[in-house]
């Protein structure tokens, strides 16, 4: 069984760019969520991803949103970056159809806004 | 709402001593409650879950924690530190709710542990 696979591992962008970033779910997960997490921080939730459709959003701003694909597969993509958006971006898969799901973490996307 | 709060951000223990990671929660629905390890560089591991059974939950490397609903608490355990336990400890609290509805975690502030030769 493969795990959640996150790329890329590092991205550097300037202030005012757009980023994409892409998360493949563990296999017989449906539900993908993101986190940001900035530097000392615990993560934050920004948004979860069920059957295609957006399904929970925390604090974020617009320009923060994202798409889940048939085969579960994820994109985050953030607009008009800031120097606070750097931090590591978690992806995590989970199946939702019972009791005892779990999350299963990427090992994250390292972005640094210059 | 729910939260949880991890008292002290640093914990520092000899290697071969006992861990106890501390962590609170508040949820006004019945919790599931995670305790997640991150080694430097590196994304979230699941040490362990409660999902409303046994209330003592045994996970990876030898950690443990209790679910005290009275204490609102569910501390993370171990009994004899290794040196390769030192790394960074997050508490994390979910609703639960079933069939896709937003089941988000919230996370403490983590714990960040250094286990001293």
């Known amino acids: 069984e493969t795990g959640v696979t996150q790329s890329p591992t590092h991205l550097i962008k300037t202030r005012g760019q757009q980023v994409t970033l892409r998360c493949s779910s563990q296999?017989?997960?449906?539900?993908v969520s993101w986190y940001q997490q900035a530097l000392g921080q615990g993560p934050q939730f920004i948004f979860q991803y069920y059957r295609e459709e957006e399904n929970g959003r925390g604090n974020f701003p617009p320009r923060f949103s994202g798409l889940q694909f048939p085969n579960y597969s994820s994109e985050l993509n953030v607009n008009a970056l800031e120097l606070d958006d750097s931090a590591l971006y978690l992806c995590?898969?989970?199946?939702?159809?019972?009791?005892?799901?779990?999350?299963?973490f990427g090992s994250g996307t390292r972005l640094t806004v210059v | 709402a729910q939260s949880v709060t991890q008292l002290g951000s640093h914990v520092s223990v000899s290697e071969g001593a006992l861990v106890l990671l501390r962590c609170n929660y508040s949820?006004?629905?019945?919790?599931?409650l995670f305790w997640y390890v991150q080694y430097p560089n590196q994304g979230l591991q699941l040490l362990l879950k409660?999902?409303?059974?046994?209330?003592l939950v045994k996970g990876i490397n030898g950690f443990e924690a209790e679910f005290k609903k009275s204490e609102t608490s569910f501390h993370l355990t171990k009994p004899s530190a290794h040196m390769s336990d030192a790394a960074e400890y997050f508490c994390?609290?979910?609703?639960?709710?079933?069939?896709?509805?937003?089941?988000?975690?919230?996370f403490g502030t983590g714990t960040l542990l250094a286990v001293q030769p």
């Open positions: 409660y999902t409303s059974a046994a209330t």
């Open positions: 296999s017989g997960h449906n539900t």
């Open positions: 949820s006004s629905v019945p919790p599931y």
């Open positions: 994390a609290v979910s609703g639960g709710v079933y069939g896709g509805a937003t089941n988000k975690l919230i």
């Open positions: 995590a898969s989970s199946d939702a159809s019972g009791p005892n799901y779990g999350y299963t």
